[in-house]
């Protein structure tokens, strides 16, 4: 009977100190205002909120925010390093060969930002220039493809949205491209900074799952679900300072994308 009630006391003890079940999410630490670091650390952001609200609906404890590259999230992904990924990640018909994405939650397009006092006014401005991207980003995909049309100088690759901004204030670039909703948030503050160009791509962002994982299709139906009962429009707001626009990914429930 004793050595019951022990048992009995060290299955208890071992249970109660299990450790918690996290979800663990792959995020380029930095992207405002997707996933940062506030002023006491803690990493922040509207997609941080999103996918800590996903995991508890799919039965984890939360979520583990692992710090990587942009370009790193993808083999992350793919070799089981982490369960998912966030970083406004672009849903791309090349992507979804190797990987798979949930349902989208946000509409956007790329943009061309610099200084006010700038010679650069616009895209038929950069002949010569030096302009930087975030390295494996669509930004980077477009700059790349459209490099001989506008006659960039030069394209230098960088790993965040912040480095890249440093450089462009500092003079060190003249242009930067990248995610308008991310810049538009960083400059808001920045009087010296301004986006002279909105570059029209139809992007739309998801949570990245290693290719048909079954957490792809769950997290879809817990966005669903979010969006159905106004967290997302919530965080819209809390991150945006409005409401998602009607008929937008943030607004409106959508399918998983497939592989066409």
């Known amino acids: 009977m004793k050595l019951a009630a022990l048992a009995v006391a060290a299955f208890s003890l071992s249970a109660s100190g299990a450790s918690a079940e996290m979800l663990t999410v792959g995020a380029n630490v930095g992207n405002l205002p997707w996933e940062f670091q506030d002023q006491s650390g803690e990493i922040v952001g509207f997609e941080v909120d999103l996918a800590t609200e996903v995991a508890k609906r799919l039965g984890y404890d939360g979520v583990d925010i692992q710090n990587i590259p942009f370009n790193g999230l993808f083999s992350a992904v793919q070799s089981g390093r982490i369960d998912a990924a966030i970083s406004s990640i672009t849903i791309t018909q ?12 946000y509409d956007s ?16 401005t ?3 220039k ?8 669509t930004g980077d995909i477009w700059a790349t493809a459209h490099q001989a049309e ?18 462009l204030a500092g003079g060190r670039l003249d242009g930067y491209i990248s995610d308008i909703p991310a810049v538009a948030y960083y ?8 986006v002279v160009a ?5 992007e739309q962002y998801s949570m990245m799952f290693a290719k048909d994982s079954e957490l792809t299709s769950k997290a879809s139906e ?11 429009a919530q965080i819209h707001e809390k991150w945006f300072g409005s409401k998602p626009d009607a008929g937008t990914s943030s607004a409106d429930v959508r399918e998983t994308p497939k592989l066409q």
């Open 94 to 105: 090349e992507r979804l060969k190797s990987v798979s994405f949930a349902q989208p939650y």
């Open 109 to 124: 397009d790329q943009s061309l930002s610099t200084r006010t006092d700038s010679e650069v006014k616009g895209l038929d």
């Open 126 to 128: 950069l002949k010569g």
């Open 130 to 137: 030096t302009v930087g991207v975030d390295t494996g980003s």
């Open 150 to 167: 506008y006659g960039i100088g030069e394209i230098r690759r960088y790993e965040g949205l912040q480095p890249a901004m440093l450089d």
């Open 187 to 194: 400059i808001k503050d920045k009087p010296e900074l301004a």
């Open 198 to 202: 909105r570059i029209p791509t139809g």
């Open 222 to 232: 817990a966005i669903t679900a979010l969006k159905n009962e106004g967290f997302v």
